[in-house]
């Protein structure tokens, strides 16, 4: 399983303001064996250089109770403020609820939060994840704000695309913070398909505190920007084993998601 979840969750007062970004390029519910259309991205890179070596700006970690226990990232919108991670990130499922007191640190590594502390809000998972914990349904969006930030998180740090109705074989990067580790995990390589509406890839090192981490297409090696087609999350949560994860498939329920949390901006 690749989330943390503190035992009790308190209160937490939130930092600073807002910021997120994502566009979605809408496909069919049925699982594709193409690949599907990938627009261009014209994105502006972090513009301070304390940032970790190999990870993109715009994935950070979720913190809840001063610690951190699982993975986020921007996706474009236009008020620049949307974050993708995993639904069980920011519900508890099946006769749970929303998780309150959560915060987003982008780039975050070693202590340091570069950009700050973003307060987590209007949280949002499909409702067969809410009602049922449907492993093919744990992809969650939020957005985020800062306290007397003038600027959007996006254009802050850049964001990636999300791409529904892709490929199941993709060569991606996967992004996730260990809760172990003040430093992200970053791995290449190429994902399968697991079952209908489930994404699997081998990467070593990815224990629990990664779910939420972006699977990212096509990255810049300027920007670390690219699209996003996965999160980890879905089949065990992610998966039980560290050098192997899962993503639910990214579909019209994930593009209609996006799309009430981009309209509450």
Known sequence: MHVRRPAVLLSLAAVLLLGASFVVVVMAR????????????EATPASTVDL??????????????????CT???????????LLTAAHCIHDGEGGDYLT????APAYHDGVAPFGFWTVSDELVAGGWSDASDQDLDVGFATAHQAGTTQSL???VG??????????EQAITLTGYPDDSETPAVCQNTTSRQDTYQLKVDCAGFPTGTSGGPWVVGQDPRTRLGTVVGVIGGFEYGGDDPDTSYSSYFDTDVQALYRQTAART
Do not use: I, K, W
């Open 30 to 41: 049925r699982p594709q064996s193409a690949g599907a259309t990938t627009p261009s991205l």
């Open 159 to 168: 964001a990636n695309t999300l791409v529904t109705g892709g490929a199941f």
């Open 52 to 69: 970790p070596a190999v990870s993109s700006p715009a994935v950070g970690a979720l913190f809840v109770d001063g610690a951190h226990y």
């Open 72 to 82: 986020a990232s921007v996706v474009h919108s236009q008020q620049g403020d949307v």
């Open 154 to 156: 996006e254009s802050l």
């Open 101 to 104: 007191g959560v915060t987003f």
